[in-house]
T-cell receptor, first 115, second 110 residues
Framework: GAVVSQHPSRVICKSGTSVKIECRSL??????MFWYRQFPKKSLMLMAT?????????EQGVEKDKFLINHASLTLSTLTVTSAHPEDSSFYIC???????????FGPGTRLTVL | KQEVTQIPAALSVPEGENLVLNCSFT??????LQWFRQDPGKGLTSLLL?????REQTSGRLNASLDKSSGRSTLYIAASQPGDSATYLC?????????FGAGTRLFVKA
């Protein structure tokens, strides 16, 4: 099946720094990618939807200047958490939509810890 | 606004037992429904995908059903094993949006 990778899988950073998370569709072209956030023992919450070559659409309550999303190619989307704070610590999961069946495939997630 | 509810929130069963996880959604106009497994600290593993025109899907010991009109889906796990212990998430999709339930945390005791 289709594979979506995320890098890094785990990152620890100091408060105030920026962190970039990459999401790649390895064997298919993803016209749309999604970024989710998951709090402990909670479900995934959609943060934003990005289409290749255009600006991301953010869900209500998600700060677009805080969470910068770039979808520069059909196989890569990046999420940058700017000026990270401890409350940004979370599990971030991306997904990519595409392939022959136009199914949504999920990445393995990135655990962000902000000290 | 679509809301997805999963019951129970947590479940502990002895090994070998058959079990049913429930998922309900408020808006029946969906494209598909998907069941995922998530191990602690890990990403999502897709288990079964049911298109809106389908009633059920089966994979090994897993069987998922979909009743769109009533807004319900069930995930049936036969002959549960300790390795089935994980959180099971139900998600419904419409257009580009996928809404997840909060999950059912399953623990299968050896």
């Amino acid at each position: 099946g289709a594979v979506v990778s995320q890098h890094p899988s785990r990152v620890i950073c100091k408060s105030g720094t920026s962190v970039k998370i990459e999401c790649r569709s390895l064997d298919f072209q993803a016209t749309t990618m999604f970024w989710y956030r998951q709090f402990p023992k909670k479900s995934l919450m959609l943060m934003a939807t990005s289409n290749e070559g255009s600006k991301a659409t953010y869900e209500q309550g998600v700060e677009k200047d805080k969470f910068l999303i770039n979808h520069a190619s059909l196989t890569l989307s990046t999420l940058t958490v700017t000026s990270a704070h401890p409350e940004d610590s979370s599990f971030y999961i991306c997904s990519a939509r595409g392939g022959a069946s136009d199914t949504q495939y999920f990445g393995p997630g990135t655990r962000l810890t902000v000290l | 606004k679509q809301e997805v509810t999963q019951i129970p929130a947590a479940l502990s069963v002895p090994e070998g037992e058959n079990l049913v996880l429930n998922c309900s959604f408020t808006d029946s106009a969906i494209y598909n429904l998907q069941w995922f497994r998530q191990d602690p600290g890990k990403g999502l593993t897709s288990l079964l995908l049911i298109q809106s025109s389908q009633r059920e899907q089966t994979s090994g010991r897993l069987n998922a059903s979909l009743d769109k009109s009533s807004g319900r889906s069930t995930l049936y796990i036969a002959a549960s094993q300790p390795g089935d212990s994980a959180t099971y998430l139900c998600a419904v999709s419409k257009g580009f949006k996928t809404i997840f339930g909060a999950g059912t945390r399953l623990f299968v005791k050896a």
